[in-house]
Structure formats: C-alpha cells, structure tokens
Nanobody
Framework: QVQLVESGGGLVQAGGSLRLSCAAS????????MGWFRQAPGKEREFVAV????????YYGRSVKGRFTISRDNAKNTVYLQMNSLKPEDTAVYYCAAAGVETFYRDTRDLESEYDYWGQGTQVTVSS
C-alpha cells in the first residue's frame, strides 16, 4: 500500500513558476514509476509526466514538454514537478500517481488505468 500527499499548489501569474511535491509513504517507493496528471474543470484527467524508478528517464505530455520537469528523490520518498512558463490553460487540480516499475516502459504509460495509487490533488491556478 502506498499513500501519496501532494503539496505546493497555489495561485500564480502567467509566466510564473511553481514546484509541486508529492510525498509517498509505504514500502517500495524506489521501485515505483511515479507520474503526474491534471484535471481542469469540465475536462478529463490529462497525463502530465512520468519518471522511471531510477530517476534518469522521463516522459512528458505534449502540452507541458519543455516547460515542466519531473524529478524524484528516492532517499526522501518524494517526487517533484517543476512548472515554468505557466499559462492560464495549466490551471487544474494536479494529482500524483504511482505505478509498478514496468509501467514506465509501456506505450500506455500515459493512461490513468496504469496507475494504482493516487494522491488527493493540489490546486494550481494561473491568472492571466
């Protein structure tokens, strides 16, 4: 069992930056694929990024590539999402998610169904 708690959300102006954190508890964090998703009002949940268990490979959704960076610290059981050049369309609830080690290698790594554990979400609002 893995519990995930996100933090770091808030209100920021367009062009600004925020850093989200996701603290994990439970066993086996260093062997998990860790992802971020987001959901805007009235829209489906969208894949943002995923990072391999070792932290050396990452994969991003098209809408955030080049602006967002996912990273992890296995010693602290924490995954991060650094968000730069934020746009109003980035406004959403951001969710941290955990999956097995094999998820990162699958073509379906960007699907919600691949992830077994979810945090409660943190709100990010970008004003224009």
């Amino acid at each position: 069992q893995v519990q995930l708690v996100e933090s770091g959300g808030g209100l920021v102006q367009a062009g600004g930056s925020l850093r989200l954190s996701c603290a994990a508890s439970g066993r086996g964090f260093s062997s998990l694929s860790m992802g971020w998703f987001r959901q805007a009002p009235g829209k489906e949940r969208e894949f943002v990024a995923v990072i391999r268990w070792s932290g050396d490979y990452t994969y991003y959704g098209r809408s955030v590539k080049g602006r967002f960076t996912i990273s992890r610290d296995n010693a602290k059981n924490t995954v991060y999402l650094q968000m730069n050049s934020l746009k109003p369309e980035d406004t959403a609830v951001y969710y941290c998610a955990a999956a097995g080690v094999e998820t990162f290698y699958r073509d379906t790594r960007d699907l919600e169904s691949e992830y077994d554990y979810w945090g409660q979400g943190t709100q990010v609002t970008v004003s224009s």
